[in-house]
């Protein structure tokens, strides 16, 4: 059957590829420990369960707005002046069925084919794919673990070109927890003022999950607010994955385009998951912050567990909940059956002998790293660790 060709210009997440080959072994009853997914293992708190069983009773069962009701775009201001003290009205917010479907409406309305999008990596799997089926080019930068994964004024600088239009970051970022201070945002965006033309995606779903203090937004700097698009959700810092609520937060004309896009692919989301957003916005923050507390002690542990695994080469996550080790000191070793060359190997032969899921680090752009998830249960991360040491001490 001849399928369209857009399907070949884009690749399937890693992370879901991972999440379903172990399915795929838990049912042959394998017991296999998930650090590949980026789900908080709590459940949504129930206030914000109450307010969608209210919303249930009180028959809010019809088509919604495209952008979202009113009620929930005037929470979404109300958190990002009381969070981030910025400023916006309600034309300027538009909510989608989760933030990934944010950032495709975004990356869709700003760029054309042949324009280019600057990637600082590692970066979150589905930046790259959404780049490519818009028929954009992705310009990647490189950073590194010594520069804590974070993209420098002058890399910046370096990449841009006549055909940049946009650049994409994320902060807390996922994969390697690398958070930019008020400080490091203030140095790129005297770049960014050189280049009225450029736009910024600032994806800030971890806001809430952030182990160095306030929130940074680059939305911040009053002159570039214009041209920065902030991207959030309710996934992570709420424990609402399967809720499917997330945002985009930017200039009039920007949110009419996302509007307009959506309305032929999605309309409006969840009329019970917006009741239950107003809820988790403007009501008590504190189940997100103890989840955060709790993630703290996991980075920890983790941290103390893989001090005992020869190679891993990894800094302290500032954010989000993973660690992104350089694996690359077990490429071209062996258990004398299977051979690793690269993080894909890797990740499969963790998988297929300790039994423990993890992502490739060829999916986030860093082919010598492999992403960790400590959104487990402390038993659950410290008996992965224990099998993973045990795979690894295997190789020769």
């Not at 172990?22 to 949504?44: C, H, M, N, Q, Y």
């Not at 698009?229 to 997330?246: E, H, P, Q, V, Y």
Request: some cysteine; overall charge negative.
């Amino acid at each position: 059957m001849q399928l369209s060709s857009l399907l070949d210009r884009f690749s399937e997440p890693e992370t879901l590829k991972m999440a379903k080959l172990g399915r795929e072994l838990r049912a042959k009853g394998i017991d296999v420990i998930d650090l590949s997914l980026g789900e908080p293992d709590f459940d949504t708190p129930q206030h914000i369960k109450d307010a969608a069983i209210k919303a249930i009773h009180d028959n809010f069962s019809h088509y919604t707005p495209v952008s979202g009701y009113l009620d929930l775009r005037e929470a979404i201001r109300t958190k990002l002046k009381r969070d981030n003290n910025l400023d916006y009205k309600p034309e300027n917010i538009v909510t989608s069925t989760g933030a990934k479907q944010s950032l495709a409406n975004t990356i869709l309305a700003v760029v054309d084919e042949g324009e280019e999008v600057i990637i600082p990596t590692p970066y979150w799997v589905t930046y790259s794919e959404l780049v490519k089926i818009a028929r954009a080019t992705v310009v990647e930068v490189h950073t590194s673990l010594e520069t804590g994964f974070k993209i420098t004024p002058e890399q910046l600088e370096a990449a841009i070109t006549p055909q940049s239009k946009l650049f994409l970051f994320s902060s807390p970022c996922n994969p390697s927890g690398a958070v930019y201070s008020h400080e490091e945002l203030e140095a790129l965006a005297v770049v960014f003022r050189k280049y009225p033309g450029l736009y910024i995606i600032s994806d800030e779903i971890y806001e809430y999950i952030n182990f160095v203090g306030k929130h940074e937004s680059i939305a911040q700097f009053g002159d570039l607010k214009d041209r920065v698009i902030i991207i959030n959700g309710l996934s992570k810092g709420f424990a609402m994955t399967g809720w499917r609520l997330g945002y985009i937060a930017a200039n009039t004309d920007i949110a009419k385009a996302c509007e307009k896009l959506q309305g032929q692919f999605t309309s409006g989301t969840c009329s019970i998951t917006q009741k239950a957003g107003v809820a988790a916005l403007t009501t008590d923050l504190k189940p997100s912050f103890e989840m955060t507390e709790e993630f703290t002690r996991r980075r920890a542990r983790v941290m103390e567990l893989i001090k005992d695994i020869p190679g891993f080469k990894c800094s302290l996550p500032d954010g989000a909940f993973y660690i992104f080790p350089d694996v690359s000191y077990y490429y071209g070793k062996s258990n004398g059956e299977i051979k690793i060359t690269n993080s894909a190997d890797f990740s499969m032969y963790l998988l297929n002998t300790a039994h423990v899921s993890s992502v490739m680090g060829e999916a986030f752009g860093e082919p010598n790293c492999v992403r960790f998830s400590f959104a487990n249960s402390m038993t659950n991360i410290e008996r992965a660790w224990v099998r993973i040491k045990e795979a690894l001490g295997n190789l020769k």
